[in-house]
């Protein structure tokens, strides 16, 4: 086995040869950095090659080549998903309407409301005035005529309760 010494002396007469080749000799280009890894080796006492390191970098490629095709397939996935949230919110917003409609289909239950309260007024007035003859054609039909209006007031209040529960959800009224 030899010394660290010897190393050293070896190294050095190594050195030289490669300077004594010159600037663009094949063999110090292809020595370039080694040398001084032999110097490491020597001084740390360590086994660090040139090979190990080239190999490494390979490897490391490799690692580097697949997370990259990772990286790339998750980002394509992440924009199709983006895609999908984008139109899933356009879809929801389609469907929500601003304040301003809220307002409107309020006003038209209210007047729906009012006509149907104005229709089962009528039909009890002409309910009272065929009072005395429950079996006509006129009573029967004016009773009918009542209790569908009457059906729609209460329908349409209760619509009109739902409205105003969204309506006061989205001005942020809480109960």
């Known amino acids: 086995m030899t010394t660290k010494e010897q190393e050293r002396k ?21 020595l370039d950095g080694a040398l001084n890894l032999a110097e490491e080796n020597i001084d740390c006492d360590a086994a660090f090659s040139a090979r190990y390191y080239i190999e490494e970098l390979h490897r490391s490629e490799g690692k580097l080549n697949e997370a990259e095709e990772k990286i790339s397939a998750l980002e394509k996935e992440m924009a199709a998903q983006k895609e999908q949230f984008k139109q899933a919110y356009e879809m929801a917003n389609r469907r929500i309407l601003s304040a301003e409609d809220m307002d409107a289909v309020k006003t038209l239950v209210i007047t729906c409301i009012a006509g149907f309260k104005t229709d089962a007024n009528d039909a009890a007035e002409r309910i009272v005035a065929e009072a005395e003859n429950p079996k006509s054609v006129n009573f029967q039909n004016a009773v009918t005529e009542h209790r569908c209006a009457m059906e729609g007031v209460k329908r349409y209040e209760e619509l009109s309760k739902r409205l105003t529960a969204i309506s006061d959800n989205m001005n942020g009224v809480t109960e």
């Open 10 to 30: 070896a190294l050095e007469k190594i050195q030289k040869i490669v300077a004594d080749l010159g600037e663009n000799s094949y063999i110090g280009t292809a």
